[in-house]
């Protein structure tokens, strides 16, 4: 992963977590970060000459909706979580991470957010971030 993109997810998460409800334009955003794809400012994806011709408008998954189209952002190898917190309700508290013993992963880190996609958004996004910088 280049800095750039990591620079990229790293502003994408603080704008998640600032989030009170769904957002499609972040949903474009992260769509343009994990597939490399570009996304014009009416939101249509543009494709290469090769696949495609024309464009596919709003094609980007609803991330910051589905709990389904979150998950898809989860890189493989890497286990996830989510949950509500027994303190504060609503609150959601997700994590992704490279498989590890089931006390550590779900007692060490994760992150918060009322809404459960967003929640699993930028746990995602953080394992990619990681898995980007350790080489895995």
């Not at 992963?1 to 704008?15: D, R």
């Not at 400012?41 to 596919?56: L, M, N, R, S, W």
């Not at 890497?78 to 992704?96: E, G, K, V």
Request: glycine share 6%; with cysteine; aromatic share 10%.
């Amino acid at each position: 992963m280049t800095e750039v993109m990591a620079a990229e997810i790293e502003k994408l998460i603080e704008q998640l977590k600032k989030l009170t409800g769904p957002d499609r334009e972040l949903d474009f955003s992260i769509y343009r970060i994990v597939s490399g794809r570009k996304i014009d400012a009416d939101g249509f994806i543009t494709f290469d000459h090769q696949e495609a011709t024309g464009h596919i408008s709003r094609f980007a998954p609803h991330y910051t909706k589905s709990i389904d189209a979150a998950l898809t952002l989860v890189p493989v190898g890497f286990a996830w979580f989510l949950r509500t917190t027994p303190f504060t309700s609503p609150m959601y508290w997700a994590d992704a991470k490279k498989y590890e013993p089931l006390a550590k992963f779900v007692n060490e880190g994760g992150v918060r957010h009322s809404l459960p996609a967003i929640a699993l958004c930028i746990a995602a996004l953080r394992a990619l971030s990681h898995k980007g910088s350790s080489n895995d």
